[in-house]
């Protein structure tokens, strides 16, 4: 079981970049983890993911955007160039272990979640 704890979001204006921050209860590569959005009304969509190795994945959308890394316990994402369109609660989720990188975009193959952490662009 890996606690997650988000961080980092607020208003920012159109253009501007943010770095959203998911402290962990045990070490960052002992599991695979996802940063993921949700906006109203919407489900949840994946934005970046990285595997317990390090090698990192970037939804096609946001690439160019967005940069994924991690320290010992903690997970970060640093967006730029953020877009109306990119308000959401942003959340980080986790799975123990190895996880396909087939499968990193899909919610339903993280098992711990972050309460997520709101980003509104104006």
């Known amino acids: 079981h890996v606690q997650l704890v988000e961080s980092g979001g607020g208003l920012v204006q159109a253009g501007g970049s943010l770095t959203l921050s998911c402290a962990s209860s045990?070490?960052?590569?002992?599991?695979?983890a996802g940063w993921f959005r949700q906006a109203p009304g919407k489900e949840h969509e994946a934005v970046a993911g990285i595997a317990s190795d390090g090698i990192k994945y970037v939804a096609d959308s946001m690439k160019g955007r967005v940069t994924i890394y991690k320290g010992d316990v903690k997970l970060y994402l640093r967006m730029n160039n953020l877009k109306p369109e990119d308000t959401a609660v942003y959340s980080c989720?986790?799975?123990?272990?190895?996880?396909?990188?087939?499968?990193?975009?899909?919610?339903?193959?993280?098992?711990?979640w972050g309460q997520g952490t709101q980003v509104t662009v104006s």
């Open positions: 045990v070490t960052t590569d002992s599991y695979c």
């Open positions: 989720a986790a799975v123990l272990g190895r996880l396909d990188p087939q499968r990193w975009t899909s919610p339903r193959n993280y098992v711990n």
